[in-house]
């Protein structure tokens, strides 16, 4: 069994010493490199100065008292705030983050995100305590559709709309995602995303339009305008429109090495002209937030860069909105942490995204304003900002977020006008790479076989940010009102008379007339798809064998290739007849069968639109592959897409022994790195009586379990943090996917590692188990490792497999590849599951 080589990529995040109140960095960090302001555009809102507006923030604001003027700058999370706390600490935001949902429950209705809501919204308009009544803005991920609810229309990620080229299409994709967030009560979407991704390594391209700032520029400003409504007439900011955030100011698309959170080391110039174009326009079209990035510029950290957020954006540009911190960003600011940073505030960040350490926050923000560290000033204008986004957005005037338009309506989630749009956006969105000898488009007529992991999963053709934060857990029963790709072909073969036939591993018994094979990346979010190379599969290259199945019984192929960047396919293209770029098309899989498959007359019905917003690969190495760049050289340039008016050119054999591609030797498994299981396997949660899904930091928990949550180790929630009730035996469990050969690797001396930080093991026994096959478990107990390692932080464990198994055992079927389990109340935090080839052999057991 050929495996993915090992991940090695270095990824540490920058925090400073914990410090108490008022002791920290008093200045701002401004580089030292020199600037100039004026490589800037001044830009000129469509939402103008309102003399009536700005008399009602001044009059709001000084009515408030310092505490509740610090209130005004937290947003907090909504697992970790309560709405007795929202009146206690005068909180002017929430935000669900990805996978956080109404009472942990997965399923919850629009009913349930709304009486949250509401609840949250009396809180902060109380005023029993003789204080300001500020309604409370609730800030969500909505970033292709509301994609955090359940049956909600999920659009194409960012980079199949862009391969649209439509940005009239855009405008309307906003204009349904703000109605379908109304639904539920929600105010402030934090999209669009308007980063220009110049590496296709970085975990997040694919929420990026373009590695052209032109095309971000475009869909930018028409974005704003469906999610926000016009400036200047009645619909901007009604009760069915949203309040806008871009986002991430500025180049996160930039990093060194795509790595996630990195370092954009580029001229000013160079930083406006590709990673700002998109402010420019979004500027201009009235967005009314921004969001700082993680990523640094020349080595400064956004969050804490005065010059890039107040002299740049504020001043030099114009914006009058209000800047919000990506999740505990400020924390990675030097000499800050998540509990203190006047750095940020002081640079021009206006509000706090914070998560579990508020409450610290609030206490040493406070005492930084009185203290002076923070100056009065300067708070002020951040609580004004905060205070006109909201006037702006009537909250002041509508009442309880389900006394608001269409809030509560069962008809809005998922409607079907809605769906129509978001499969006109898939039709339009996919680009046709090759089709030799005029392959497509198919007669439905026909027997297709449709085959491929991907073939009938919404989950994965919906991508990261689909319910849960990682898009990972999901089965297509969470899709009511979806389609997916092989549930729209089947509809459109039967409705002509054909015959389609679902196998996901590509067997058969009579043979097909064609076949499609839907296959591609699993989901994935942010920093944990960060990518070594573009090469997709290395190693194992199962799509590829599945392909070459049907090329051997002289079937032919056509590809539909699910990803969120262009990756390096060429033995994958050279296996296929027809090979087309889907990206991540979302719920309306019917969009797919609208392209490739002719009506019954055998005529086109929809030809091929898209063309590429990024260039293809020609090596696994090309990650920097942009024409604005020395040497471009691509397999695909920007702009290319064949449509069924070019016949059946043909594509010929690509090279596929290139530099770059992985060694096909036995390598380190990664069960959990960065914060991903290995696809498609999944963290559940088990106590004998129930099993629960891990799904993002929010699980709802069997009994045996009292908590757990996603943490930070090394990178943003990479790591899963487990508390025990003392119930009996519980287990935290890497299970559901499809059996493992370990065989060569038990042969090899591999040794099972993982990272543990054991906060507290009162009594508690543990194991280490695996499920190796019927009637096969196998377990170490690690009680006395881990009781050593007690109060210690993070330590390493290594366990030989050859400690688990006995005589006999192959190891060829392992079912469930890693079970921790515990009995009694423990406290413990694991990181970098794998399974490792070590460099010298070792049999010594723990």
């Not at 949250?116 to 970033?143: C, H, Q």
């Not at 590709?274 to 079209?285: C, I, K």
């Not at 040497?631 to 016949?647: I, K, S, V, W």
């Amino acid at each position: 069994m050929f495996l993915r080589p090992r991940f090695t990529r270095a990824k540490k995040v920058l925090t400073g010493a914990s410090m108490l109140a008022g002791v920290s960095l008093a200045l701002s960090v401004s580089p030292a490199w020199a600037e100039d302001v004026t490589i800037w555009p001044q830009v000129e809102s469509r939402v103008k100065a309102n003399a009536a507006e700005d008399a009602q923030v001044q009059a709001i604001l000084q009515r408030m008292s310092l505490e509740e003027k610090v209130g005004q700058i937290m947003q907090v999370e909504i697992q970790y705030v309560t709405p007795d706390d929202i009146r206690k600490y005068h909180v002017g935001s929430v935000l669900n983050g990805g996978g956080s949902l109404p009472n942990r429950n997965k399923h919850a209705t629009p009913g349930e995100w709304l009486a949250l809501a509401d609840g949250f919204y009396e809180a902060s308009t109380d005023t029993s305590d003789g204080g300001t009544s500020i309604p409370i803005i609730w800030g969500s991920d909505a970033v292709h559709g509301h994609n955090n609810v359940i049956g909600a229309t999920i659009f194409p990620h960012n980079i199949g709309l862009g391969a649209m080229h439509n940005p009239a299409l855009i405008r309307k994709i906003g204009e349904v995602t703000a109605l379908e967030m109304r639904a539920t009560g929600i105010d402030w979407t934090f999209a669009p995303t308007i980063a220009v991704a110049q590496n296709d390594r970085w975990g997040r391209a694919y929420e990026s339009y373009s590695e052209d700032p032109s095309i971000v520029k475009a869909y930018a400003e028409q974005m704003i305008l469906g999610l926000q409504g016009t400036p200047g007439t009645p619909a901007f900011l009604d009760v069915n429109h949203v309040v806008a955030t871009a986002k991430h100011f500025v180049g996160d698309g930039g990093t060194e090495g795509g790595d996630d959170q990195g370092n954009t080391k580029v001229s000013e110039q160079e930083l406006y002209s590709v990673h700002g174009a998109g402010y420019e326009s979004a500027l201009g079209a009235g967005v009314q937030a921004a969001m700082a990035s993680f990523s640094s510029w020349n080595g400064a950290k956004m969050h804490g860069n005065k010059y890039m957020l107040t002299d740049v954006l504020k001043d030099r540009m114009g914006f009058d909105g209000l800047i919000v911190g990506d999740w505990n960003g400020h924390g990675q600011v030097p000499g800050c942490t998540n509990a203190s940073c006047p750095t940020a505030v002081n640079a021009g960040l206006d509000l706090f995204m914070t998560i579990e350490e508020w409450k610290e926050l609030y206490a040493n923000t406070l005492e930084q304003v009185k203290s002076g560290i923070i100056p009065m000033s300067r708070l002020d204008d951040a609580v004004s900002r905060i205070l006109r986004v909201k006037v702006r957005a009537g909250l002041f005037e509508k009442g309880m977020p389900s006394s608001r338009g269409v809030a509560g309506q069962d008809d809005i989630i998922g409607r079907a006008e809605h769906r129509a749009v978001a499969r006109e956006a898939v039709r339009e969105s996919l680009v046709l790479l090759k089709n030799n000898g005029g392959l497509l488009p198919l007669k439905p007529t026909q027997t297709i076989l449709v085959a491929g992991d991907g073939a009938d999963n919404i989950g994965k053709q919906s991508g990261g940010w689909t319910i849960s934060w990682q898009g990972t857990g999901n089965v297509n029963s969470d899709f009511p009102g979806a389609t997916s790709i092989y549930g729209g072909i089947e509809k459109a073969v039967i409705e002509a008379g054909g015959t389609a036939v679902l196998s996901a591993d590509g067997s058969f018994e009579e043979t097909p007339d064609v076949a499609i094979v839907v296959v591609g990346e699993n989901p994935y979010a942010e920093g944990q798809g960060d990518l070594e190379t573009l090469e997709y599969e290395p190693g194992a290259k199962k799509s590829l064998a599945l392909i070459g199945k049907f090329k051997e019984a002289g079937i032919p192929v056509v590809t539909v290739f699910l990803s969120g960047r262009p990756l390096w396919v060429n033995p994958e293209l050279n296996a296929s007849d027809a090979f087309v770029a889907a990206w991540l098309p979302g719920t309306e899989g019917g969009g797919v069968a609208d392209v490739l498959l002719a009506g019954a007359d055998g005529a086109v019905q929809h030809d091929f639109k898209g063309k590429l917003s990024f260039s293809w690969p020609k090596t696994p190495l090309q990650d920097v592959l942009n024409p604005h760049h020395d040497g471009y050289d691509p397999l695909f340039a920007f702009g290319y897409g064949l449509t069924y008016a070019d016949g059946g050119s043909a594509l010929g054999m690509l090279p596929e022994d290139v530099e770059g591609v992985a060694s096909e030797a036995l390598g380190d498994i990664e069960l959990y790195s960065a914060g991903r299981t290995l696809a498609p396997w999944m963290f559940l949660l088990q106590d004998g009586r129930t099993s629960a899904q891990l799904s993002g930091a929010y699980a709802a928990l069997p009994s045996g379990i009292a908590k757990v949550s996603v943490v930070d180790k090394d990178i943003q929630g990479d790591a899963v943090r487990t508390e025990w009730a003392g119930l009996g035996t519980a287990s935290l469990v890497i299970a559901a996917g499809p059996a493992l050969d370990w065989s060569a690797h038990l042969d090899a001396g591999a040794v099972l590692e993982f990272d543990v930080n054991a906060r507290a093991v009162e009594g508690a026994g543990t194991n280490v188990i695996l499920a190796c096959g019927a009637d096969c478990t196998r377990r170490y107990d690690i009680s006395a490792v881990i009781t050593q390692a007690e109060g210690q932080g993070w330590q390493k464990i290594s366990l030989p497999l050859s400690c688990l198994a006995e005589d006999g055992d192959s190891f060829d079927e392992i079912t469930e590849p890693f079970r921790f389990e515990a009995q009694g109340t423990a406290d413990i935090t694991l990181a970098n599951i794998r399974l490792d080839l070590p460099d010298t052999e070792t049999t010594t057991c723990p």
